[in-house]
């Protein structure tokens, strides 16, 4: 089992830059890709980014792509999302993700384990 928690939502103008933090307990992320998804109101939850730990190969949805960057602290099991150039329609709850990889699976979707979630607000 695994238990995630998320961090580092807020408030802030378009242009600005945040960074989220996904921790894990219960087992650390070796041998796991973690994911950020994202859901904005009467929206459905899209995907965002992911990491599969043991190898490091990274995704990123096009929306994304450039601006946001996935990265991990092994040493804190956890995983971060640095945004940049955030935009209005990047306003969602942001969510972390774990499963365990199955090479050749979509890195974008099934996901096991999931957080509660951040609010992020981009203001114009």
Known sequence: QVQLVESGGGLVQAGGSLRLSCAASG???????????????????????AFRWSGGTIYYSDSVKGRFTISRDNAKNTVYLQ???????????????????????DPRSDYDYWGQGTQVTVSS
């Open 27 to 49: 087992r650390t992320f070796s041998g796991y890709t973690v994911g950020w998804f994202r859901q904005a109101p009467g929206k459905e939850r899209e995907f965002v980014a």
């Open 83 to 105: 945004m940049n150039s955030l935009k209005p329609e990047d306003t969602a709850v942001y969510y972390c993700a774990a499963k365990p990889t199955v090479w050749g699976t």
